[in-house]
């Protein structure tokens, strides 16, 4: 087994999720690019690699049972085992977004993904994760996602009837994993990388990509007294 800390980042060829992956590369980290797209993902565990990082590419579609299976058994023929999982892949649909007239479809895809996937690729990974000695899973969340801040008077987070509320979804499912595995030495939470600019709102962020990976980051390398079952961004806790 390799002594290093090993990781897998989902989503991990672009945006902020490359930014988590090559964060995790700069700290002496073996990490999984989870990617659907070979050449994007090739293109990525390249650049990381010529960084100097120890990256490795998984092919991953969190949509999808049999490559989510795959993946987990190339990482455990691998190193037989994963530190940390970074659930960062993520779609987002229009915006503004107003429920009354939302496509449905639009729902199922984001759910199928935000949420969904989130737990597939936990489960698949849950029996690795067992055998580290200091498991973490960092869910890639948002404020927009948080239910306090929604309702908060004089916050205006826009209206978005399929993508908040896949985060808040996963917010819920976060805390109900934090739950079961209390007792346990694995330590989950959610993360809110901020308004970043990458191609899930046009590039109209106001935080760069590198920025956004600091909080998962953060996260990934928790202390074992660290935290579980939180919602968290760069200044600390977040309300759920």
């Not at 729902?107 to 698949?124: D, M, P, Q, Y």
């Not at 007792?183 to 990458?198: D, E, F, K």
Request: hydrophobic share 40%; proline share 5%.
């Amino acid at each position: 087994m390799s002594e290093k800390t090993i990781a897998l980042v989902t989503g991990a060829n672009k945006g902020i999720g490359y930014e988590i992956a090559a964060g995790l590369g700069a700290m002496g980290w073996s990490v999984g690019v989870g990617a659907r797209d070979e050449q994007r993902r090739m293109d990525a565990v390249a650049k990381l690699r010529a960084a100097g990082a120890d990256a490795f590419g998984v092919p991953l579609d969190v949509t999808d049972d049999e490559s989510v299976t795959a993946a987990a058994q190339l990482i455990e023929e691998r190193a037989g085992r994963l530190d940390v999982l970074v659930n960062n892949a993520g779609v987002a649909g229009g915006w503004p977004e107003p429920p009354t007239t939302i496509d449905l479809e639009t729902v199922r895809r984001l759910v199928e993904t935000n949420v969904i996937g989130v737990i597939r690729v936990t489960n698949a990974m849950l029996p690795l994760l067992r055998r580290s000695a200091h498991p973490r899973i960092v869910n890639q969340s948002s404020h927009i996602g948080s239910l306090a801040l929604q309702t908060t008077p004089g916050v205006d987070l826009g209206i978005s009837g399929a993508y908040a509320p896949t985060k808040t979804y996963l917010n819920a499912v976060t805390i109900q994993y934090a739950k079961e595995l209390s007792g346990t030495n694995i330590l989950i939470n959610s993360a809110c990388p901020g308004y970043v600019a990458t191609d899930l709102n046009g590039f109209r962020g106001t935080k760069t990509a590198e920025q956004g990976a600091v909080i998962a980051i953060r996260l990934a390398a928790l202390p074992d007294d660290g935290p579980t079952g939180q919602l968290f961004d760069d200044e600390g806790v977040v309300p759920w």
